[in-house]
């Protein structure tokens, strides 16, 4: 029971929906369930499915150009499968088909999964702008298949990849209110549905939401585009 609701219940009048436009007492009260909301589930969801659809997107990307052509066909197969199938979907399947698993971790993997076939692409693009000369120049010098993608081909490809894999970062962070689906009451479920269900007051609430999202979001996209100059600069 979050602390909106505890006053409420204490109050001696319910939330006034018909009051101001803006009460400034009531959205002080609901924020710090606010920003509890957004640190033990948005952010959690985002930062951890960001580092599992980084990882898994390359190990992708690789795959596909690596592998076989028959295999290389079907981890492309299964990848579009999943970029092409709505978020939400895949988050209630996964939900009831693995009832053993709590629905944050399955939050996670879900997001984590999806947004990976997303950036595989985007490695691959970047992977494929790497000069012909630099591949030729890994055989001449005898090194090995791992050395050379460890040690030429992937840092280089970052390179142009950083500013996409950045910006599929802040869409996911963006994307995590679908978790809704599952029962995972998260910043925005918690802003339109038990604050706004319960007080029928959601212009604090939502505002406050979107505050949040904005203030997590807009200095992640000016640290990836710092980034991006200063690996253009190390180049």
């Known amino acids: 029971m979050t602390s909106l609701n505890i006053l409420a219940q204490e109050a001696d009048e319910p939330v006034d929906p018909g009051g101001p436009w803006w009460d400034w007492a009531f959205a002080w009260d609901i924020l710090p369930d606010m920003l509890l909301a957004f640190l033990q589930y948005t952010l959690v969801v985002t930062v951890t499915g960001t580092i599992i659809a980084a990882v898994l997107g390359l190990i992708i990307a690789i795959l596909i150009m690596v592998l076989p052509k028959p295999l290389a066909w079907i981890v492309r197969w299964a990848s579009n499968f999943i970029r092409m199938t709505p978020i939400v979907v895949q988050l209630i399947l996964l939900f009831w088909g693995f009832l053993w698993l709590d629905a944050l971790t399955i939050g996670i993997v879900v997001f984590g999964v ?81 604050i706004g269900g319960t007080t029928f007051r959601y212009n604090e609430a939502v505002t406050i939401a979107g505050l949040i999202f904005l203030a997590a979001s807009y200095p992640t996209a000016i640290l990836i585009n710092r980034l991006e100059k200063r690996l253009a600069y190390a180049h």
């Open 114 to 194: 999806h947004y990976a076939t997303y950036m595989a692409e985007v490695y691959r693009a970047g992977i494929e702008s790497v000069p012909q000369g630099q591949w030729e120049a890994t055989t001449a010098l005898s090194m090995n298949p791992v050395r050379t993608w460890r040690k030429v081909v992937i840092p280089q490809a970052l390179r142009s990849t950083i500013p996409s894999l950045g910006n599929y970062a802040i869409s996911m962070f963006k994307d995590t209110p679908f978790l809704y689906a599952i029962g995972v009451t998260e910043m925005v479920t918690l802003a339109v549905g038990e």
